[in-house]
Every structure is written in C-alpha cells, then in structure tokens.
C-alpha cells in the first residue's frame, strides 16, 4: 500500500422527515409529491419505514451550507396539502449539516 489509506468523509448532511399516513397511501404516491418539487427535491429518497403500514422516510441531501428552511417548510406543506384527507403526520423532523467539528 502506497501512501497508507486514505480515510474521507461520506455524509453531506441533509434533511431527514418521518411521516405516518393511511396505510392505502403508496409509496410511489409519496414520491410524486416529493418529485413534484423540483430542484429542491434533487438527490431526494423516499423509503417503507417503521413498524406500521403508512409510514415514510423522506431523505434531502444537502446541496450547500445551510438548508433553507422555505425548502423544508414546502416539503412539509406539500405532503400536509396532497394527504390531508389521509390522517397525514409529521412524526420526526431532523436537519444535519455537511460540518464535521
């Protein structure tokens, strides 16, 4: 081994939202919504997650310093708006930056 190895950092950071609604919500349907956003939503993930049926994780990747939060807050209100009618739920919001201290 030339040099020893080379150790980096992955994770970017980024904005992690857990949702719970009605279990007749697909997956794909989440997606459109997220899809729907546009370049905010580039680099976007939407996975099953939890015990229950109906409940989903929604991974932003960071794109620069800071999230701006108008982003987050339109994420939010866009599913609230598209599932309202299906008991739609912020269960977990979490925002981790690209710094390492």
């Known amino acids: 081994m ?6 980096g950092i992955d994770f970017t950071g980024g ?20 899809d729907g956003l546009g370049e905010a939503a580039e680099g976007a993930s939407v996975q099953d997650f939890g015990a229950q049926p109906g409940e989903f994780l929604v991974r932003l990747s960071a794109t620069g310093e800071n999230f ?16 309202a009618d299906k008991n739609f739920r912020e269960l977990r919001t979490e925002v981790v930056g690209p710094r390492v201290g």
């Open 2 to 7: 030339r040099g020893g190895p080379n150790y």
């Open 15 to 34: 904005v992690m939202l857990h949702i719970g609604v009605d279990p007749s919500v697909s997956i794909s349907d989440v997606r459109s919504v997220v």
């Open 68 to 83: 701006d939060q108008g982003e987050i807050d339109s994420l939010k209100s866009s599913l609230a708006g598209r599932f």
